[in-house]
């Protein structure tokens, strides 16, 4: 079983929809969490810090679980430009080891 | 933009030779890591350097190696190229202390391709 793993998409919506995406981890010692972004044949930039209690940044909503392993992302009203692939992150060891997932794309159409 | 930069852009080798790739980490941060990123995958890590010191180290033979100088900057090295190191490769640079989130903030990367 991979240590991340996430949605396999891709994701094809229209302007304006509501797209969720999910990932699990297996190890029950990863402390910090993360999602990522990251544009066509660019680097990957980070779009938010995944808390315990949750957290909202405009139109993106960060979930974590820890007692399923569970972290989600939820993208309100997507604009063109959220189409890119999105990726999670787990770290442990105090952030010596920061393991991505595979990655989930999305494509929002017009 | 984030202040992490690396070189070259892009880099054609031929199997067996060996390739250095340089990282300058962003102002204020004291850690590297190394990603290795095939295509329509998730970057892999690689290794990760602090105080000049290799930190943590994931599932890489020691053909891949690395050097952190006192500035902060990194190097990685690849010796006896193998077709299947044709990949991106990223760095990362963050601040390791007392209360910090470990947040990674990821350089343009270098496009390496094996012949």
């Known amino acids: 079983r991979k240590e991340v793993e996430q949605d396999p998409g891709p994701f094809n919506v229209p302007e304006g929809a509501t797209v969720a995406f999910n990932c699990t981890y297996s190890n029950s010692a990863s402390q910090s969490f993360f999602w990522y972004r990251q544009d066509c044949r660019k680097e990957p930039k980070l779009l938010m810090s995944?808390?315990?209690s949750g957290n909202e940044d405009g139109r993106f909503t960060a979930q974590l679980n820890r007692a399923s392993q569970y972290i989600s992302l939820l993208i309100r009203d997507s604009k063109l430009s959220d189409s890119a692939t999105y990726l999670c992150v787990v770290t442990y060891n105090y952030g010596q080891n920061f393991v991505f997932g595979p990655g989930t794309r999305l494509s929002v159409l017009p | 933009e984030t202040g992490v930069t690396q070189s070259p852009t892009h880099l054609i080798k031929t199997r067996g030779q060996q390739v250095t790739l340089r990282c300058s980490s962003q102002s204020g941060h004291n850690t590297v890591s190394w990603y290795q990123q095939a295509l329509g995958q998730g970057p892999q890590f690689i290794f990760q350097y602090y105080r000049e010191e290799e930190n943590g180290r994931g599932n890489f033979p020691p053909r891949f190696s690395g050097l952190q100088f006192p500035n902060y900057s990194s190097e990685l090295n690849v010796n006896a190229l193998e077709l299947d190191d044709s990949a991106l490769y990223l760095c990362?640079?963050?601040?390791?202390?007392?209360?910090?989130?470990?947040?990674?903030?990821f350089g343009p990367g270098t496009r390496l391709t094996v012949l």
């Open positions: 990362a640079s963050s601040y390791s202390g007392t209360g910090s989130f470990n947040e990674q903030f």
């Open positions: 995944v808390y315990s």
